[in-house]
């Protein structure tokens, strides 16, 4: 059965703005997304955006890979994700907004800097929410997200910046958006929570929360988080400057509901209560 949120799991995500889930993703689909991340490092899809290492290891990171490999599109509609996105927005209907990789294998020791997400995105409104999945054991040593807590309700849009040295930037500057502080240099000002994670564990967390990761520092265990990033009712295709050009369409206009072939709808609720 698909995974229920408990009400203090969902009040844990309204004030803070992210809350680790145990044991949400079960042993077959962790299986098939394994797999799936082995097909995509092997042979990426177009999107893939791997960073130069720091250290000894690889940096493997790519986006819309579900629309090029079955299992992870069927993860991204089959998993129980969606009606769970639902539960914490209260929503009758939910979008995929895009799914991605993040791979850091054994002395990797980049770190993914600090950062919230909807600045990149096209999508405007509050019901925008990430699922990170573990799919190895996750500590402070290979890399665990960590959070600034309530950050979510900052209302702070800071300019998206390169996480690595990339080919090219894939987003422009916005005159409305501000320069992400230097939080690592000064973390005991912030009220920073990280979790320890299991494989099968998630993290769910609201797209302005401001978060960033460790390097993996460990020679003997990998670092693969797979995230599916969904809307809900309130969500809206936004044209600002700043967003990723490989999130956006031409299908859609400012303002627009994201329904379109690039934002399915993956779960409604009259046809789940039909069903």
Same mark, same amino acid.
């Given at each position: 059965m698909p995974y229920r949120a408990i009400p203090q799991e969902i009040e844990a995500f309204e004030a803070d703005g992210a809350v680790l889930l145990k044991g949400v993703i079960g042993p077959e689909w962790r299986e098939r997304v394994a797999a799936a991340i082995e097909r995509d490092i092997a042979n990426p899809g177009p999107f893939c955006h791997s960073y130069e290492a720091e250290g000894e290891g690889r940096f493997h990171g790519n986006l819309r890979v579900w629309q090029n490999d079955p299992d992870f599109r069927a993860y991204c509609f089959g998993s129980g994700l969606a009606e769970l996105a639902a539960q914490f927005f209260g929503a009758s209907k939910i979008n995929l907004l895009y799914d991605q990789l993040f791979v850091k294998e054994p002395g990797t020791v980049n770190r993914t800097r600090w950062h919230n997400d909807q600045p990149?995105?096209?999508?405007?409104?509050?019901?925008?929410?990430?699922?990170?999945?573990?799919?190895?054991?996750?500590t402070a040593e290979n890399g665990r997200l960590e959070f600034v807590r309530g950050s979510h309700l900052w209302d702070r849009w800071f300019q998206p910046e390169p996480f690595g040295k990339t080919v090219t930037r894939s987003y422009d500057d916005n005159p409305d958006y501000?320069?992400?502080?230097?939080?690592?240099?000064? %973390?005991?000002?912030? *009220?920073?929570?990280?979790? /320890?994670?299991? @494989? !099968?564990?998630?993290?769910?967390?609201?797209?302005? #929360?401001?978060?960033?990761?460790?390097?993996?520092?460990?020679?003997?265990?990998?670092?693969?988080?797979?995230?599916? %990033?969904?809307?809900? *009712?309130?969500?809206?295709? /936004?044209?600002? @400057? !700043?967003?990723?050009?490989?999130?956006?369409?031409? #299908?859609?206009g400012d303002g627009d509901p994201m329904d379109s072939g690039l934002y399915p709808v993956v779960w409604r609720r009259d046809a789940a209560a039909a069903a």
């Open positions: 990149y995105w096209p999508v405007r409104g509050r019901q925008v929410m990430s699922f990170w999945l573990a799919l190895d054991p996750t501000e320069t992400m502080p230097d939080i690592e240099a000064a %973390r005991g000002n912030y *009220d920073i929570v990280a979790w /320890d994670m299991e @494989p !099968g564990d998630v993290i769910a967390f609201h797209a302005m #929360a401001v978060h960033g990761a460790g390097g993996n520092l460990r020679s003997d265990v990998r670092r693969r988080g797979y995230t599916v %990033r969904y809307t809900g *009712d309130d969500a809206r295709y /936004d044209t600002r @400057p !700043g967003t990723a050009k490989p999130l956006m369409t031409d #299908a859609l």
